[in-house]
């Protein structure tokens, strides 16, 4: 039997190790040839994967992490190397099908590299869509081949959304956490703490999501996100707030019917879907058990507390770089945030400060107008923060 060709991009992260789970759960090396695995920093994590997985090459990008993946891989005959542009060599190299999983819009350049080399994408980099969704998408249709949205909202609504009948489909429903401040009043959020805005109720993820999830700048991307991986118009995307995570989105059709997706909250399930799509696998992962909640409760998002919805949607609407430059503008906000240089609230404040300055050129369809818009709003970002307008904690 031919092996199927896999890469992780992001393998050392939350999704890649789930990642790592699921293929392991499906036999691993006697199932799957694994081509490339990369990470950011974590040469010991990155070591101790391809030591288990065997990849042709294991890249890390902070190349300082270098030596030291060297030394824990020598004499493995695994290639190893380091840097932003080894992570995209790596993630072009002929295979069935990657995971896309490095956090913001650092994936999006090797997330283009994968389509183009023709590979399958387990899409969990929600940030590509985001930044250039007419240009992921495009090039995928060039390639032809099929982006699996992992992100469990998309994954869900993957799920349900009849192709065929896509005439009939009225909405999409996006569910929401809500997250761990969604019954805080304002004056509570504004004093809000790094390590509470990163305890999320009902995921495990990495920081910039789970922070993302505590503003709902999640949500706003995810609703963008969905605009591009559907081809639904903003109107037709709607966004409910149910704390309990089991319903993972909804697809509502012209006859009134809303079909939902469930599971436990547990990435492993849409990692799977993703892999194993058009069949099904099995994971290990806890199955729902109806006897432990006994109700689901449905709440309207507050956009006036979450203001990062409103913002979303308005650049949704606006098209073109906007989205690029939201996003950029918040990673740089978020990493202020977390090191307190900035208070919570003031996260949405300087994303509308960054997209009422900033002057944008060009198209989401182009490559160079997208990185440009990026690094624009991320330096339009870093002066609004270093103005000193914005208190701080
Ligand atoms: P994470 O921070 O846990 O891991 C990110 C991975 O990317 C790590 O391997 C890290 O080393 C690598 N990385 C970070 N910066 C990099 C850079 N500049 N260049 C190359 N590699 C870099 O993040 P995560 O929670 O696994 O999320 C990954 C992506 O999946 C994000 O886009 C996130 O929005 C999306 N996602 C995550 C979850 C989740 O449950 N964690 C759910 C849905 C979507
Ligand atoms: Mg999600």
Redesign the pocket.
């Known amino acids: 039997m031919v092996k199927r060709r896999l890469s992780i991009?992001?393998?050392?992260?939350?999704?890649?190790?789930?990642t790592v789970d699921v293929i392991d759960h499906l036999g691993g090396t006697k199932t799957f040839d694994i081509i490339a695995l990369?990470?950011?920093?974590?040469a010991k994590k990155l070591a101790e994967q391809a030591l288990a997985l065997r990849p042709e090459i294991a890249v890390i990008?902070n190349e300082a992490a270098l030596a030291e993946l060297q030394a824990l891989l020598s004499g493995s005959g695994i290639e190893t190397a380091a840097g932003?542009t080894a992570?995209i060599e790596a993630a072009g190299r002929r295979a069935d099908w990657t995971m896309?999983?490095?956090?913001?819009a650092?994936?999006l350049r090797?997330t283009l590299e994968a389509i183009r080399a023709g590979s399958a994408i387990g899409l969990?980099?929600?940030?590509s869509m985001v930044c250039a969704g007419p240009l992921v998408t495009a090039e995928a249709k060039r390639a032809n081949i099929p982006i699996l949205p992992?992100?469990?909202e998309h994954n869900a609504i993957f799920q349900v959304f009849n192709e065929a009948q896509r005439d009939t489909i009225e909405r999409i429903i996006l569910t929401a956490s809500g997250g761990p401040f969604r019954t805080f009043t304002l004056q509570q959020m504004q004093k809000v703490t790094p390590a509470q805005a990163l305890a999320h109720p009902n995921?495990?993820?990495?920081?910039?999501?789970?922070l993302?999830s505590a503003t709902m700048f999640?949500k706003g991307?995810e609703l963008i996100e969905a605009a591009h991986l559907f081809d639904m118009p903003s109107e037709k995307i709607e966004i409910v707030v149910h704390p309990q995570s089991v319903i993972h989105s909804m697809v509502g059709y012209s006859d009134g019917s809303v079909l939902a997706q469930m599971g436990e909250p547990d990435?492993r399930t849409?990692i799977a879907n993703a892999l194993g799509w058009p069949q099904r696998v099995s994971t290990s992962v806890e199955r729902l058990d109806f006897r432990k909640f006994s109700r689901l409760d449905f709440e309207m998002p507050d956009e006036t507390r979450f203001p990062a919805l409103r913002i979303a949607r308005e650049t949704l609407e606006a098209g073109g770089l906007a989205p690029c430059a939201m996003n950029a503008a918040k990673e740089v906000a978020a990493e202020a945030f977390l090191n307190e240089r900035l208070a919570f609230l003031d996260l949405a404040a300087i994303v509308d400060q960054v997209l009422e300055r900033i002057d944008l050129h060009g198209t989401a369809e182009n490559l160079n107008d997208i990185l440009g818009a990026d690094c624009e709003a991320r330096r339009v970002a870093a002066e609004e923060i270093a103005s000193g307008r914005f208190r701080g904690p």
């Open positions: 991009l992001g393998s050392t992260g939350s999704i890649g190790r789930s990369t990470g950011g920093s974590n990008s932003d992570v896309s999983a490095i956090a913001g650092a994936g090797p969990a980099n929600k940030e992992v992100d469990s995921w495990s993820m990495g920081a910039g999501i789970s993302d999640n991307l990435m849409p």
